[in-house]
């Protein structure tokens, strides 16, 4: 099993900037794959960025591309979302998640959409809001 805690979300004007965590626990030997996804009321969940674990490879949503940035700290077993020039159409809830499909990042480049992975550890989330 897999544990993931979110934390860094907040408040935030329009333009802003807020870097999220997720650390992790438990066996993340074995996951392949990290995200975030964001769920805002009325709409349908959004993959915004995902990480390769074991090399660094990254995917991002069209709607953050150039604005987020996602990185990992292995040493600390910390997953991060970098969020710059913030928009209100970002406000959501973000979640961590993680995955031990093998070929996560394959799947995800060539599909174009995190949408193709089963993502099967989830954190509690993290609400982030932006104000115009």
């Known amino acids: 099993q897999v544990q993931l805690v979110e934390s860094g979300g907040g408040s935030v004007q329009a333009g802003g900037s807020l870097r999220l965590s997720c650390a992790a626990s438990?066996?993340?030997?074995?996951?392949?794959?990290m995200g975030w996804l964001r769920q805002a009321p009325g709409k349908e969940r959004e993959g915004v960025a995902a990480?390769?674990?074991?090399?660094?490879?990254?995917y991002y949503a069209d709607s953050v591309k150039g604005r987020f940035t996602i990185s990992q700290d292995n040493a600390k077993n910390t997953l991060y979302l970098q969020m710059n020039s913030l928009k209100p159409e970002d406000t959501a809830m973000y979640y961590c998640?993680?995955?031990?499909?093998?070929?996560?990042?394959?799947?995800?480049?060539?599909?174009?959409?995190?949408?193709?992975?089963?993502?099967?550890?989830w954190g509690q989330g993290t609400q982030v809001t932006v104000s115009s």
């Open positions: 990480i390769y674990t074991g090399g660094g490879s990254t």
């Open positions: 438990g066996y993340t030997y074995s996951t392949h794959c």
């Open positions: 998640a993680a995955t031990d499909a093998e070929a996560c990042m394959t799947a995800i480049q060539a599909l174009g959409g995190m949408y193709v992975i089963r993502f099967n550890y």
